[in-house]
C-alpha cells in the first residue's frame, strides 16, 4: 500500500563490526567537540521541513541511524568526529504535512529504517522497520572545517529562497494565497504571511524566530476556518487523496499520510468547482485495515483513479486498464471562504 518517499544523506566511520557500527552511529550526536574532529553537516536547501537518516557502510558492516530533523536554510550534524567508513549513505524524508511532496530518491543501496528514532545494525530488517533506497553522498569541506552535504531540489535555492519558499509552501498548506512557491518576496507572499500571523495572535517578527516552522505546523495539522481540513480520529495511520475539478478536468492526487490523533490541510490551489476525497487506513507495512473483512475507507460514489505510489492524475477514464486502481470518493460541498472539516473515525 501508500508509503512515504522523499531524499537522504550520511557520513563515515572505521570501524569493523555490526554492533561496533550500532554503537558508534548511537554516540556519534552526543559525542565531545575538539579542535580535531570534522564533523558531518547535512544542510537543507529544500523547502521542506526534512526528516533524515544515515547509513554506515563499513566493508562487510552496516548501520543506520534517524531521524535528524532539519528545517530549511537550516543545517545539522549528523555524525561527530573523524569518519574513516568506506561509504556514508543518506535516506530523508519531508514531514507527513506535505503529502505528495518530493519525488522518491533513487538511490540503489536498500537499507532499513523504523518509523521512529531508530539504530539499526545490518541490512537485515525485522518487525517494524522497512527497507527503503540509500543514497552514497560525497561531502565538501566547509568553512569551519566540517565536511558539509546538502539536500537541494530543482529549483536549486540557496538558503534565503529556501527558507521563502518553506514559508509560502506551508501558508497555501493552511489556506493562505502565497502562490507561486518560488522562493521570491513580494506583496503577495507578505500579505498571506501577515494574515497568518494576525490569526495566530504573533507580532510581525515572529516569522524569524527559530521555531517558526514548528508554528506553522502546528497551525497545518489542526481545524482551519477556511479550505479542507482532515482529521484523523483513529488509532491507525491514515493515507488520502484528493481531487478538484476546475471546470476541464479532474485531478486526482495523493498520498498525504495523517497520522492518528492529526489533522492536515491538502493544499487546494485556485478556485476549482468541485472537491473529492478519498483515504483509508493503513497498518506499518502499507496494508490496508480490514474491520469485520471491510477495508477501513472513507469515500464516496465518484471513481476516480489512484495507484499506491506518490500519483497526480488528470486522465480518469479506464483506470484498471491502465494498471491503476479505482476508488470511489466523496464530494466535498464548500462555498468559498468557509472551511470544512473531514473527521476519519471507526465504524
Known amino acids: 500500500m501508500r508509503r512515504s518517499r ?18 558508534a552511529l548511537l554516540t556519534s550526536c552526543v559525542a565531545l567537540a575538539s579542535e580535531a574532529r ?11 521541513v526534512v526528516e533524515a537518516a544515515i547509513g554506515i557502510d563499513d566493508k562487510s558492516a552496516t548501520a543506520t541511524r534517524g531521524w535528524f530533523r532539519i528545517d ?22 519531508s514531514l507527513p504535512v506535505y503529502g505528495a511532496s518530493p519525488a522518491p530518491q533513487n538511490g540503489t543501496d536498500n537499507l532499513c529504517i523504523a518509523p521512529k528514532d531508530f539504530v539499526i545494525a545490518g541490512r537485515q530488517c525485522r518487525g517494524g522497520q522497512t527497507a527503503v533506497a540509500f543514497t552514497e553522498i560525497k561531502s565538501s569541506t566547509g568553512e569551519d572545517g566540517h565536511q558539509v552535504a546538502y539536500l537541494a531540489e530543482g529549483a536549486e535555492y540557496d538558503d534565503e529562497q529556501a527558507r521563502l519558499a518553506a514559508i509560502q509552501r506551508l501558508l497555501v498548506i493552511a489556506g ?21 500571523l494576525k490569526a495566530r495572535g504573533l507580532g510581525a517578527n515572529a516569522a524569524q524566530a527559530p521555531n517558526f516552522f514548528e508554528t506553522m505546523i502546528a497551525a497545518v495539522e489542526a481545524p482551519s476556518a477556511t479550505g479542507l ?119
Open 176 to 196: 493562505y494565497d502565497a502562490a507561486p512557491i518560488d522562493g521570491v518576496d513580494g506583496p503577495k507572499t507578505q500579505n498571506a504571511l501577515a494574515a497568518f
Open 229 to 347: 481540513t482532515w482529521c484523523n480520529d483513529t488509532q491507525y495511520r491514515v493515507m488520502a487523496s484528493i481531487a478538484t475539478d476546475d471546470g476541464k478536468a479532474v485531478t486526482s492526487r495523493g498520498w498525504y499520510r495523517i497520522e492518528p490523533g492529526k489533522c492536515l490541510h491538502p493544499d487546494v490551489s485556485g478556485q476549482p468547482r468541485r472537491i473529492f476525497s478519498f483515504a483509508e487506513a493503513v497498518d506499518g507495512t502499507g496494508r490496508t485495515i480490514k474491520i469485520n473483512s471491510r477495508p477501513l475507507n472513507w469515500g464516496g460514489t465518484t471513481t476516480l483513479c489512484t495507484r499506491e505510489a506518490q500519483f497526480e492524475f488528470t486522465e480518469q477514464g479506464d483506470c484498471g486498464p491502465r494498471g491503476l486502481n479505482a476508488n470511489g470518493y466523496e464530494r466535498i460541498e464548500m462555498t468559498a471562504g468557509t472551511g470544512k472539516t473531514i473527521r476519519f473515525g471507526m465504524p
Open 72 to 93: 530549511p536554510a537550516a543545517c545539522r550534524v549528523v555524525a561527530q568526529g573523524s569518519i574513516t567508513a568506506e561509504r556514508i549513505l543518506l535516506h530523508a524524508r
Open 38 to 48: 570534522a564533523d558531518l553537516k547535512i544542510c537543507n536547501r529544500m523547502s521542506y
Open 6 to 23: 522523499h531524499a537522504a544523506f550520511a557520513g563515515r566511520f572505521g570501524l569493523r563490526s555490526k554492533a561496533s557500527l550500532a554503537a
